[in-house]
């Protein structure tokens, strides 16, 4: 959008058809935000509790119940996520310049 922004306000909107072709980027910048922090949190409870004491213990056993809610509740809807991304761009080509 930086370019964008350098064209003149009426020259901009609606956007290029040409840019269109990125349609799923949102859902893929979901997905992406989604499997690393919920991978990671498992990763660092597995590795560290079993050797963890103290006021770690606590800390890496919560780092693990964290992980299973991400595992229960978050990390499904990258489901949802990718077969948005999978779905392509049609919808979205189908609407007229003038629709917007």
Known sequence: MVVALA??????????RSTWACAPAASMVGENGEVPPGEAMAKVAADKLPSATGEDTAFYDAKRKTAAFYIDRVLPQVGA?????????????ALEDAAF
């Open 81 to 93: 996520l990718l077969a948005t991304i999978k779905s392509g761009k049609a919808s979205l080509m």
């Open 7 to 16: 064209m003149p306000p009426d020259t901009y909107w609606p956007p290029p």
